[in-house]
């Protein structure tokens, strides 16, 4: 599977943005797909997913209650609705796909395709 995100760009505090991450391939719905950043000088890091049917997401703590990760498999995409978005978001952001059954979803290793990232810059 290939995946493409789009959606980023420089927004204030306190906006709001969606990233879409466009996958190729008639297998979609086998793979779960989670959402990572990776700010300047810092590690990459864990921020959503969403298991293959959609039923069930999982997010890191710093972007409970602001973001929603969702998937529509019949168009093949996962959208990220980022909310009240604040300066320590910036980042560039990558969707990955894993094909196992029940990943560990934070962990970047169960993740076998990568898109090439999408950065978002909130200023104060």
């Known amino acids: 599977v290939q995946l493409q995100a789009s959606g980023g760009g420089l927004v204030q505090s306190g906006d709001s943005l969606r990233l879409s991450c466009a996958a190729s391939?008639?297998?979609?719905?086998?793979?779960?797909i989670g959402w990572f950043r990776q700010a300047p000088g810092k590690e990459r890091e864990f921020v959503a997913a969403?298991?293959?049917?959609?039923?069930?997401?999982y997010y890191a703590d710093s972007v409970k209650d602001r973001f929603t990760i969702s998937r529509h498999n019949a168009n093949n995409t996962v959208y990220l609705q980022m909310n009240s978005l604040r300066p320590e978001d910036t980042a560039v952001y990558y969707c990955?796909?894993?094909?196992?059954?029940?990943?560990?979803?934070?962990?970047?290793?169960?993740?076998?395709?990568w898109g090439q990232g999408t950065l978002v810059t909130v200023s104060s």
């Open positions: 990955a796909a894993s094909p196992q059954v029940y990943p560990n979803y934070r962990d970047t290793r169960v993740y076998n395709y």
């Open positions: 391939g008639r297998t979609f719905s086998s793979y779960t």
């Open positions: 969403v298991t293959r049917s959609g039923d069930y997401t």
